[in-house]
T-cell receptor, first 115, second 113 residues
Framework: SAVISQKPSRDICQRGTSLTIQCQVDSQVTMMFWYRQQPGQSLTLIATANQGSEATYESGFVIDKFPISRPNLTFSTLTVSNMSPEDSSIYLC????????????FGPGTRLLVL | KQEVTQIPAALSVPEGENLVLNCSFTDSAIYNLQWFRQDPGKGLTSLLLIQSSQREQTSGRLNASLDKSSGRSTLYIAASQPGDSATYLCAVNTRSGTYKYIFGTGTRLKVLA
């Protein structure tokens, strides 16, 4: 199974600043995703990170606020721009493996607190 | 629009009990359904994945069933242990153009020693 790491694991940021979260996978994967989990809520998909092309965003999420890069098949970044306290969440990277049974694996998450 | 609901929202049981967690979804046109476990402050761990053509999957003390026509899945945990305490999430993959997983609201389980 894929092993996923995220950096940073947690951060406290001031409003108006930006934070870039990194996601590294130990094997090449086709599909990479970014989710948000707000306090006490379930997971919401932000976007699908596409290798070599622009990310596909879900309704309610825009590229200016959450720019995403995916330079290769093992790495992606999510930037949370111009942060406000409402952006305080856990941000999770996930991948879907297509070898055999399709299973989704998640990184440990980045806990973000915006003051 | 697919919606996923989990009942109960929270559950507290004594050690050794068998228990059932429920997941319901509004659109039966799913590709697969996955059960996850989330420990406090941590990411998600995949427990079981059921393809739309399957009725159930088993792993150790866990058994997940799927009734696509009625829009339901259950996760059965046998002989619960304190280490099972976590939040359990189900997610459906709709495959409607994108590889999109929609998550349920979660069941917070506490197993008392």
């Amino acid at each position: 199974s894929a092993v996923i790491s995220q950096k940073p694991s947690r951060d406290i940021c001031q409003r108006g600043t930006s934070l870039t979260i990194q996601c590294q996978v130990d094997s090449q994967v086709t599909m990479m995703f970014w989710y948000r989990q707000q306090p006490g809520q379930s997971l919401t998909l932000i976007a699908t990170a596409n290798q070599g092309s622009e990310a596909t965003y879900e309704s309610g999420f825009v590229i200016d606020k959450f720019p995403i890069s995916r330079p290769n098949l093992t790495f992606s970044t999510l930037t949370v721009s111009n942060m406000s306290p409402e952006d305080s969440s856990i941000y999770l990277c996930s991948v879907e493996e297509l070898a055999g049974v399709e299973t989704q694996y998640f990184g440990p998450g980045t806990r973000l607190l915006v003051l | 629009k697919q919606e996923v609901t989990q009942i109960p929202a929270a559950l507290s049981v004594p050690e050794g009990e068998n228990l059932v967690l429920n997941c319901s979804f509004t659109d039966s046109a799913i590709y697969n359904l996955q059960w996850f476990r989330q420990d406090p402050g941590k990411g998600l761990t995949s427990l079981l994945l059921i393809q739309s053509s399957q009725r159930e999957q088993t792993s150790g003390r866990l058994n997940a069933s799927l009734d696509k026509s009625s829009g339901r899945s259950t996760l059965y945990i046998a002989a619960s242990q304190p280490g099972d305490s976590a939040t359990y999430l189900c997610a459906v993959n709709t495959r409607s153009g994108t590889y999109k997983y929609i998550f349920g609201t979660g069941t917070r389980l506490k197993v008392l020693a």
